[in-house]
C-alpha cells in the first residue's frame, strides 16, 4: 500500500498542486468540484488514451476491424434483423463498437506496452516508433479477437428444442427471433476464433499456440463452476461464497487469457523463462484487478445497475455480502430455476449498502498493489510508466 500510495504522489503531483489552489478559494471550490467517481473515470481514460500513443494506434479498435471485414460484414447484415428483439448479442456488439475504451477490450493495450517495457531483446523486426514486434502486436489482436469472441458466444440464450410446436403464435414468433439471434450469435463468434486460430498458426511458435489453446480451454471451463438455472446463470451457494471461489473463477475466465497473453509475447521476442513467467502474473493479476474494479464499479450510481436490470450475482460484492446475509441467500436460492423471477433491485439496493463493496475495493487494491510489485522486473521506463497509471487508475 505504501509504494502505490508513493507512486500515486509521483505521477500525480500537478493534480495535486493545483487541487490545494482550489482549496484555498472557497467559491472556486464550489464550482469546480467533481464527483469523485467523474475523476476516478477521467484517470482511466487519460492513463489508456495516453498508453495507447506509445503503442501506434488505440487496440480498442482490434475487434471493431475484425467486425468491418466483408465476411462478417454479412453476417452483421443478418444481425439487422434483430433490432426489437432485444436478443443479448446486440448489447454486447453495441459495447463492443462504442466503449472502446473499456476494460473489456483493454487486454490487447497491456500486452503491447509489456511488449515495449521489455525491449525486442536483439530482435531486429520491430516497429523502431512503438519498440514492438510484429509477431507481438499480432498476438495482441489474436488475444482481443478471442475476448471478443467469447463475449459474443456468451450472448446465447438457451430457448426450448420444438419451437415450432409453440401454440401460441406471438409467443413462437419471439421465440423463433431469439432462435435466429443464436445462430447469429454462435455464427459471429464461431468466425472471430477460426481467425484467432489461423493467426496463432501463423505465428509458427508452438508454445504459443498450447498456452493460448489453454486460455481458451480455461473460460469454457468457468462458465460450467457452481449451480446455475436453465439459462446458464450462476445460483449462488454456501459453498462459492468464499474469496478462493471468486478467485477460481476470476482466473479461469478472465486471468488465464491475458496471462497467457503477456506471457507470449515475451516468447515472441525470446526473453528468458523469468521474463515469461513475470509477465504471466503481471498479466493475471491485472485481470483480477479489473474483474474486481468493475464489479465494484456496478455497485455505484455509474454501475446503471439500481433500476432493477439483472446482474451477475457470482460477483464479489454479491459473494462478500451473501457471507452475512442468509437471509438474502436463501431469497436469491428460492428463485434458482429462473432467477428472471427474481427483484434484482432488492438484491443490489442491501449489497450497494453493506460492506461487500469495501472489500472488493480492498480486494481490487490487493492485486494492484501484486501488479505493481511484479511490474517492477521490468525496469523504469515509458511503457512502465504507462502501465503503472492504468493500474492505479483503478484504486
Not at 446465447?156 to 443464436?182: F, K, M, T
Request: hydrophobic share 40%; glycine share 8%.
Amino acid at each position: 500500500m505504501f509504494v502505490k500510495s508513493l507512486l500515486r504522489a509521483q505521477l500525480l503531483p500537478s493534480l495535486c498542486s493545483q487541487t490545494a489552489q482550489l482549496n484555498s478559494c472557497p467559491s472556486t471550490r464550489s464550482v469546480h468540484s467533481l464527483p469523485a467517481s467523474f475523476t476516478r473515470k477521467n484517470q482511466w481514460n487519460r492513463a489508456v488514451s495516453e498508453a495507447e500513443k506509445l503503442v501506434g494506434y488505440p487496440t480498442s479498435l482490434v475487434s471493431v476491424r475484425a467486425l468491418m471485414d466483408d465476411d462478417f460484414a454479412n453476417i452483421a447484415v443478418h444481425m439487422r434483423k434483430l433490432i426489437g428483439s432485444d436478443h443479448p448479442v446486440l448489447h454486447t456488439v453495441k459495447r463492443l463498437v462504442y466503449q472502446g475504451k473499456n476494460k473489456m477490450q483493454v487486454r490487447g493495450l497491456i500486452m503491447l506496452l509489456l511488449s515495449r517495457a521489455a525491449g525486442p531483446n536483439g530482435s531486429k523486426d520491430f516497429d523502431k516508433s512503438t519498440g514492438v514486434l510484429e509477431k507481438q502486436r499480432k498476438l495482441a489482436e489474436i488475444v482481443e479477437m478471442i475476448n471478443t469472441a467469447q463475449a459474443i458466444h456468451q450472448s446465447v440464450v438457451n430457448l426450448p428444442v420444438n419451437i415450432a410446436s409453440e401454440q401460441d403464435e406471438e409467443l413462437r414468433s419471439i421465440l423463433s427471433q431469439l432462435e435466429y439471434g443464436n445462430k447469429i450469435s454462435i455464427l459471429g463468434g464461431d468466425y472471430l476464433l477460426a481467425n484467432a486460430c489461423t493467426g496463432l498458426a501463423a505465428l509458427r511458435i508452438t508454445k504459443i499456440v498450447e498456452i493460448i489453446s489453454i486460455a481458451i480451454a480455461e473460460f469454457t471451463q468457468s462458465e460450467f463452476i457452481g449451480q446455475q438455472d436453465p439459462q446458464g446463470r450462476v445460483v449462488p451457494t454456501e459453498d462459492q461464497l468464499t474469496l478462493d471461489s471468486w478467485l477460481t473463477r476470476g482466473k479461469l475466465s478472465v486471468g488465464s487469457l491475458l496471462g497467457a497473453g503477456c506471457e507470449g509475447t515475451m516468447l515472441a521476442a525470446g526473453h528468458g523463462e523469468d521474463m515469461q513467467k513475470a509477465a504471466r502474473q503481471l498479466g493475471l493479476h491485472l485481470a483480477l484487478a479489473i474483474r474486481a474494479h468493475d464489479e465494484k464499479m456496478m455497485f455505484t450510481q455509474e454501475g446503471g445497475m439500481g433500476s432493477g436490470a439483472p446482474f451477475n450475482l457470482a460477483s464479489a460484492p454479491v459473494m462478500f455480502h451473501l457471507q452475512e446475509d442468509k437471509e438474502l441467500l436463501e431469497y436469491i436460492q428460492g428463485f434458482s430455476q429462473d432467477l428472471s423471477m427474481m427483484n434484482y433491485r432488492r438484491v443490489f439496493d442491501k449489497v450497494a449498502d453493506n460492506k461487500g463493496v469495501e472489500a472488493t475495493a480492498t480486494l481490487c487494491e490487493e492485486h494492484v498493489d501484486k501488479s505493481l510489485e511484479i511490474l517492477a522486473n521490468f525496469g523504469e521506463n515509458d511503457a512502465t510508466a504507462a502501465l503503472r497509471k492504468i493500474a492505479i487508475s483503478m484504486t
